[in-house]
């Protein structure tokens, strides 16, 4: 009996540790509404981040495609804060384009009726051919003004059941349109159910009807009767800032079904706030280090490129920096990215700035001996770090790479594998590692066609045959001394008399 109760504990843990993430289980809710309506708030690297990260259904009918009429827009607006195309969506997700299966399945979240859009939802991620997708989204027709309060309840019910049998998926729950019936009517009352569930739920919500109850300026028209063309008892409050306002700087025209384009932008806007959000960006943290990191210089482990990592538990066990799920927590001086398992890996992109040989050392820390990190340039194996054990994962140490090695100059791509774990990672150092003058040369040797090799061996500016002599007669010095990428011309790891024979034929 002790045997069959330790297998299946096993059997359970196994189950546990190979779930995939909770989406869901978020520890407050997160609300999409006018005030996340602000374009220029959102940093490039939290878009990158969800073009790089989210896979998204959306289902609805004439009103829900305002959202896309206007993402549709957005990718035309020279008005933007960033370049247009960095709004890019696509179904599919072509050339790193945010990957939207639009009307993914038929009708909308009343239509045909009020649970067909879930059973419809339940079929569509049950197929194999949707498992990447992360974030599915419904919306509202008309429904909601003559909905009653079992009609919500029911649409909450088959939400929650969703977020409990489709853990891996975050599903965004709507509000309905205006329909000018006010803040008394039966529209809001239904919208305050849905927002009071999310709030008490921590569920995310697309607020959909307080979008368009105001205007970019903050003024709100819900209790002046605004319905969902923008028209209030004093006239239509979109048209009206689009007509104060120039467009193409200001505003953009799009496709607005039911509405006016300024509302339409602005429930694009929104979108990209919440997809921002979904893929890990919180404003309120400090915004990661820009793409293209120098070197020489230090690389932050916290500061890889938005989506650039794997990482095998879900959510951020540091609680620092970040809010994917890379683990991050804070250290003395700053931020180490710590509980490191095997097989994971961050990525960087990085400018070379001073080409030449590079040495490189890490900080790390760790009460084990057998972790691992491997560094790739461009996908290339470049150097090998074996960490030791520096007593606990508080106290860090900096340990070399072995080796040394050519970097071109200009952007690479920087990938640190842990094929082994259990261990921190505060930092990479990269550092120059340039020759000293070879005794009996005129100065420091360098590499004048900038291949990574050093030709001109003594100094003197120019590549010839006392460079040869120079070499032949210090190659055990220069073996003991220099920089091995610097001087191996045939690229065999070793300085020796093959070398000197490459570098006479190379004159």
């Known amino acids: ?6 297998i299946l504990f096993a059997v359970l843990v196994a189950i546990l540790f190979a779930a995939p993430p909770v989406a869901g289980a978020r520890t407050s809710p997160l609300v999409i509404d006018h005030t996340s309506a602000d374009l220029a708030v959102i940093p490039v690297s939290a878009i990158e981040g969800a073009r790089a990260n989210l896979h998204v259904a959306y289902g609805h009918t004439s009103h829900g495609s305002q959202l896309i009429g206007g993402m549709d827009g957005l990718m035309e607006f020279d008005g933007a804060p960033l370049p247009p195309a960095t709004y890019a969506w696509s179904e599919g997700g072509s050339g790193g384009s945010l990957d939207i299966d639009d009307y993914f399945v038929s009708g909308d979240l009343g239509n045909p009726d009020f649970t067909s859009w879930a059973t419809r939802t ?5 197929s194999p051919a949707n498992r990447d997708v992360n974030v599915v989204m419904w919306s509202w027709c008309g429904q909601v003004s003559g909905a009653s309060e079992g009609n919500i309840n029911t649409y909450l019910s088959l939400m929650s059941a969703l977020e409990r049998d489709f853990p891996s998926v975050t599903f965004v729950y709507m509000t309905g349109h205006l ?3 006010g803040v008394a009517g039966n529209l809001n009352q239904r919208n305050e159910q849905i927002r009071a569930w999310v709030r008490s739920h921590n569920g995310v919500l697309y607020d959909f009807a307080d979008i368009e109850s105001f205007d970019p300026d903050g003024t709100g028209y819900l209790a002046r009767g605004a319905n969902d063309a923008c028209d209030y008892d004093g006239g239509n409050w979109a048209r009206a800032w689009q007509n104060s306002h120039t467009e193409g700087v200001d505003w953009y025209s799009c496709s607005a079904a039911h509405t006016e384009p300024l509302n339409a932008n602005r429930k694009a806007y929104a979108a990209w706030h919440l997809f921002a959000r979904l893929a890990g960006w919180n404003p309120s943290s400090p915004t990661p280090t820009p793409t293209q990191i120098p070197l020489p210089g230090s690389v932050e482990a916290e500061d890889y490129r938005p989506g650039g990592f794997s990482d095998t538990t879900p959510g951020n066990l540091g609680g620092a920096y970040r809010s994917d799920d890379v683990d991050i927590e804070v250290i003395p001086g700053g931020y180490a990215v710590c509980y490191i398992r ?5 990525a960087f992109d990085v400018n070379v700035t001073r080409t030449g040989t590079y040495r490189l050392e890490a900080r790390v820390s760790s009460p084990n001996t057998n972790g691992r990190i491997e560094v790739l340039v461009d996908g290339t194996a470049a150097y090998t ?11 860090y140490t900096t340990v070399p790479a072995a080796g040394e090695r050519y970097l071109s100059p200009g952007p690479h791509t920087l990938t640190i594998r842990f094929p082994s774990g259990s261990f921190n990672l505060d930092r990479l150092m990269f550092t120059s590692a340039q020759p000293a003058p070879v005794p ?35 190659m055990d010095w220069i073996a003991e001394h220099e920089p091995l990428a610097a001087f191996d011309f045939n690229k065999n790891e070793r300085i020796d008399f093959a070398d000197a024979v490459q570098l006479f034929s190379s004159l």
Do not use: C, Q
Request: without cysteine.
């Open 1 to 6: 009996m002790h045997t069959v109760r330790l």
């Open 122 to 126: 339940r079929t569509y991620l049950s």
């Open 179 to 181: 329909d000018g019936s």
């Open 342 to 346: 095997d097989g994971e890996w961050i």
């Open 385 to 395: 770090v074996v960490v030791p054990n520096s007593g606990n994962f508080g106290a």
């Open 440 to 474: 009996g040369g005129s100065g420091i040797p360098k590499d004048l066609d900038d291949d990574g090799d050093f030709e001109d061996v003594n100094g003197n500016d120019r590549p010839d045959f006392a460079d040869v002599v120079l070499f032949f007669n210090e």
